[in-house]
């Protein structure tokens, strides 16, 4: 654990009970007081996470739109200022390099958040392709990143500033925003399903900011969460994780995620024609939600069978579902086994569990 | 049959309970706080048959899946069914009403390679 990047909340984690894991070269909390006790709070009251490893990169000039334009799979022209999207950057063969968020500041200056075990593929990738009107930072180890999840995360952050943030609607930011008296960056976005907020400070302010929001959660019920809530959270939620739902083999059109992908913008991207050519001669696999209808635990890695015995595919990510009391998984799997209803086999270790194919996310947020 | 007195322990983490040629088989608290919250034990049948340091059962905790191993050469006697229902029972009362099975083992039992309290608490602090 000692040759692991630390965030500056290091010692916040440890003190806090944090148990403490290997996560792409960092030392992240797995946990603090238990998965379920952790999913429960986001869901119905209020989760802290540290989401400092983040990678956050700047992307500024006179020609910052239209080259974003050509490296992101979304339509980034139609990105206001204080407005916040969600992309892919792909590969020439439709794969992915890495999913991420886009903030406009303004016509020539953008941020990109991106995966944390993926920064430094993602700094090569863009510095490789870069153009000439184009200024980017890394600006990662300068800040610190804190999200703010569930139904009473607005009322616990809103003691803690001036500002209106019931103006900041879903996928806006406000900047610079005052928490706490600290200069902070806060978006209404998040990787859990529910509710919440982003909020990137700069790294120095990241240990108060983290305690001041702890002092006015914990009276609420807040609880500090770990990496295992945050998965478990995103999964139920129908979030993709890198390395699992997408990667550099697995394109967005198969995990379902072409919303995201604009095939008709104008400019020509990386990786467009492939996926064009994809869409065009028809996916040969999907990703399906399995709802195992056995006792049992499905993980990702696992093998997909359909009722003939055949491997048809596996499972990207799978795990007991506290919110809906059931065992779920993402399988990629052939397209003509994605229907919903099929009935599919999961082998988890010398079993064969079945599973039924259903709708997508397992769990959604009642509206307000 | 709480507490961890007269319990032996394994490396990996599970305790035993020698009486005789039976033996009773649990994780330790130590092991339950390092998987969190258990949510599917897959269980042994009863009269199965296993070899020492065979994996006998599985705890599906949220994030992982972690083997039990059996302590002996043995069968299976009995097994713990309220863990069907409540496999927490392992998380809030692991050496109690978390038990997950009793082996009758065929021969001698060798504790040689077994710690007692002590050992055991001196081991897991050296692991944490």
Known sequence: MDNLMRTPLFQEHIN????????????MPLKYSGILEEVEAVRSRAGLFDVSHMGEITVAGPQALS????????DIRKLADNQVMYAFMCYPHGGVVDDLL????????????VNAANTQKDWDWLTQHKVPGVVLENISPDMGQLAVQGPLAEEILQKLTPYKLEDIGFFR???????????ALVSRTGYTGEDGFEIYCPAADSVRLWQEIMREGKPLGLLPCGLGARDTLRFEAGLPLYGHEISQEITPLEARLGLFVKLKKQADFIGKAALAALKEKGLPRLLAGLTLVEKGVPRAGYPVYNGEG?????VTSGSFAPTINASVANALVAADCAQE??????????RRLQARVTKLPFYKREAK | MTG????KFTKEHEWLRIEGNRVTVGITDFAQKKLGDIVYVELPELDEEFVEGDAFAVLESVKTAADVYAPVDGIVVEVNDLLEEEPALINTDPFGEGWIA????EGDIDTSGLMDTAAYRQYAEEEE
Do not use: C
Request: avoid cysteine; aromatic fraction near 14%.
């Open chain 1, 341 to 350: 209803g099929t009935n599919l086999w999961i082998g988890v270790r010398q």
């Open chain 2, 4 to 7: 961890e007195k007269g319990l």
């Open chain 2, 102 to 105: 009793v082996f009758e083992a």
């Open chain 1, 173 to 183: 930011f406000a900047s610079p925003v005052e928490i706490a008296g600290i200069p």
């Open chain 1, 67 to 74: 080259w974003l334009d050509t490296i992101l799979t979304n």
């Open chain 1, 310 to 314: 055949q491997e048809v595919g596996y």
């Open chain 1, 102 to 113: 886009v903030y406009r500041h303004g016509l020539q200056k953008f941020l990109l958040v």
């Open chain 1, 16 to 27: 806090a009970g944090g148990q403490m894991v290997d996560f792409g070269g960092w030392a």
